[in-house]
């Protein structure tokens, strides 16, 4: 089955004022993460999906497809816009604002998706906490329970959703009708958000190697 890897970009963005384009170690997030795309998948099987020519000129660089969209489009319509263009059965859409999920998760995702048969599988946090949900109890009644025990809940990390295309425009949705759940790290899921989000992430670049060393 073919897969193809999709990352969104712009050089401005509501989490930070240089967008994907962010200094992180010695280079960018929107580089940092097509290495770690490039680990995982040929080049000529990566697409940075942007409306930026800044970006295009990165893509080129980098030696990996360029897919342009337009500006100010809605989110949802720019990925509809960008994966018809694409011929490919599944699609990775990997987001540089999640720069500690890497090739190994890529893997691990893509071969447990393969193997159960199902057209979705997206990255999650697990997280045992008491929470309300308008109002209302949502995971714990008056009679607390230990954390241990908790019914958990299961936050989307943005970092990666693996699709069939297919069910991409069926569903217009990234995550599908009936996805896979798989749970990373706390460290894995760390997502940037804002500013202050990049300079913590930025400081824990070195772990990111250090664990990988130990895989």
């Known amino acids: 089955m073919k897969i193809v890897v999709i990352i969104p970009a712009q050089d401005f963005n509501q989490y930070h004022y240089s967008g994907d384009l962010a200094p992180f170690g010695d280079t960018t ?13 040929d080049n000529t099987n990566i697409y940075i999906s942007s409306s930026s020519q800044t970006i295009k000129k990165i893509a080129l660089k980098e030696n990996v497809n360029f897919h342009e969209t337009k500006k100010n489009m809605p989110y949802m319509e720019k990925v509809l816009n ?39 599988i997206i990255s999650v946090e697990k997280r045992k906490e008491y929470v309300f949900y308008k109002k209302s109890k949502l995971n714990f009644s008056n009679d607390f329970v230990s954390r241990k025990d908790i019914e958990p809940i299961y936050i989307i990390t943005n970092g990666i959703f693996i699709i069939n295309k297919n069910e991409i425009i069926k569903t217009n949705s990234m995550v599908g009708s009936e996805p896979l759940l798989y749970e990373t790290d706390y460290f894995e899921s760390i997502e940037i958000k804002d500013v202050h989000d990049h300079n913590i992430a930025s400081d824990l670049i070195s772990i990111y190697f250090k664990r990988n060393l130990c895989v």
């Open 82 to 120: 960008t994966v018809k263009d694409i011929n490919s059965e599944f699609i990775l859409w990997a987001n540089s604002m999640s720069p500690f999920i890497g090739s190994n998760i890529y893997e691990k995702m893509w071969s447990k998706l393969l193997e159960s048969g199902k057209s979705s």
């Open 29 to 41: 997030l929107l580089q940092w993460k097509i290495a770690q795309c490039k680990e995982f998948i």
